[in-house]
């Protein structure tokens, strides 16, 4: 059984292992809590589960036990967090799961911060998160934002250009500004491949606006709609097959 074919990336066999996704697998190794046969796992390290002994944070992971995947649609309300522990005592997406998937091992396919709502996906398969989350993949990520004043039509180009915040160049694919809202000065619809931390607060401050509302209604093809805001509903194939388009 001593195949090179059966060996693989041992991120990937965390986050296949439902554990949690691969960029917090080497989160993980980096931190020294995964083990190959008793030594300190390295990144990108390739790994035979099938010959070897794997253990994360003092669980021995099992190919025989591997789970099951689950993936989960949330309209996420504005106030709850995409953590699955707060510190301080704050709500998460986690506490407001129905009790079935509860019990469940999930992690969030990129995150929404706190004040923002809409579309999360909550998933087992640290695959599909991959995939989701990765530049490589060009998952469009859609949003509709309320700013605080009227956006300057000039600043598109700019934001499409992208600039430098903290040392992180943030950009978006694409803006669209509502002229048939309510209030179409301030309306936008912002289109995102990466979706970084609070990637599109941070790139309206940088250029003097503050974000009222912000709500994620679509990646890839796949919609929000028919769910309301804290409700969940489990998605099929050709869902998942959806957003990856």
Sequence with gaps: MDSKSEEVRIHKYIAEMGICSRRAAEQLIEEGAVTVDGQPAQI???????????????????????????????????????????????????????????????????RLDKDSEGMLVMTSDGELAQQLMHPSRRVIKRYRVLLTKPFDPKHIRVLLSGVEVEGERLSAEKIIMMKRSAAPERDLEIHLQH????????????????????????????????????????????EIEMMLK
């Design 195 to 238: 979706g970084r931390k609070r990637e599109i607060r941070r790139m309206m401050e940088f250029l003097g606006y503050y974000v009222e509302r912000l709500a994620r209604f679509q990646i890839g093809r796949l919609v929000l709609r028919g769910i309301g805001p804290g409700k969940v509903k489990q998605l099929s194939k050709s």
């Design 44 to 110: 990108g390290q390739k790994v035979n589960p099938e010959l070897q002994r794997i253990v994360v944070n003092g669980r021995t992971l099992k190919p025989s036990q591997r789970p099951a995947t689950v993936t989960l649609l949330m309209n996420k309300p504005r106030g709850v967090l995409c953590t699955n522990d707060d510190p301080f005592g704050g709500r998460t997406v986690f506490d407001i799961l129905p009790p079935v998937y509860q019990s469940m091992r999930l992690f969030c396919a990129g």
